[in-house]
């Protein structure tokens, strides 16, 4: 299978998607080490901050959390974000094969300090399911609780369908997605990692944490690919 994958789509960049017998080309390390999430941002969401001096974003101040804690890989920037949308929307699952699930890996760190005991995927509508073909959350989860040794479950469902989050203001985000998760299993006392493809403004991530700990989960926490930047 690997092989005819090879065929079908010659290496090349996840990024850029030049030609490239190594996966990501050097120039892409190179922007991508740029983008990085390092642990000086927010000490809720890991965003950058603006003003050095607050501990919180303007969105975690703002808004109060239910979740615990989260981080990302990068900034949601070229070429990462160029990246995510092919994934995303244009079929290309190849993109997150490897290279995503072992650069997760690097989170490992901070995995460990928060002793994760389950992921669980941001689900998409079953319409949206259905349509695209597959979650790309849970493909990214899947891939690394494989690397991690942790259990990934799909406990959480959306009961309604909303419109999609990157064509709201802050505002409607967060009003669109209320109320819309159902978690199906109880997850007492246990420590959850919400995983999704891109953090914005943090609505979903923080709807989906609510009804974790209505269901008895004693901390959760996020890791996306990439997050938003700036309040
Ligand atoms: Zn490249
Ligand atoms: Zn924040």
């Known amino acids: 299978m690997k092989n005819i994958s090879k065929l079908l789509w010659p290496t090349t960049c996840p990024f850029c998607f030049q030609a490239n017998r190594t996966g990501i080309c050097a120039a892409c390390k190179v922007r991508l080490v740029a983008l990085e999430i390092r642990e000086t941002g927010c000490a809720l969401c890991s965003k950058e901050l603006s003003d050095e001096e607050n501990e919180l ?11 615990d804690g989260g981080t990302a890989l990068w900034r949601h920037e070229l070429p990462v974000s160029k990246s995510l949308y092919y994934f995303k929307y244009k079929n290309m699952r190849f993109l997150v094969g490897d290279y995503v699930g072992n650069l997760l890996c690097r989170k490992e760190r901070i995995l460990k ?16 399911r259905k349509k695209r073909g597959y979650n790309q959350s849970e493909l990214i989860a899947r891939q690394l609780g494989e690397r991690m040794g942790i259990p990934v479950k799909e406990i959480a469902k959306r009961t309604k369908e909303t419109r999609p989050q990157r064509t709201l203001d802050r505002k409607r985000r967060k009003r669109n997605v209320a109320g819309v998760f159902e978690v199906t ?37 996020f890791l996306t690919v990439s997050i938003g930047q700036g309040n």
């Open 113 to 128: 300090e928060w002793c994760v005991d389950l992921i669980v995927p941001v689900p998409l509508s079953q319409k949206r």
């Open 185 to 221: 299993e109880e997850v007492k006392e246990k420590r959850i990692l919400i995983v999704d493809d891109i953090y914005t403004t943090g609505a979903t991530i923080d709807e989906l944490s609510q009804e974790m700990k209505k269901r008895g989960a004693s901390k959760v926490y």
């Open 57 to 67: 974003c303007c969105d975690c101040q703002r808004e109060g959390r239910y979740f």
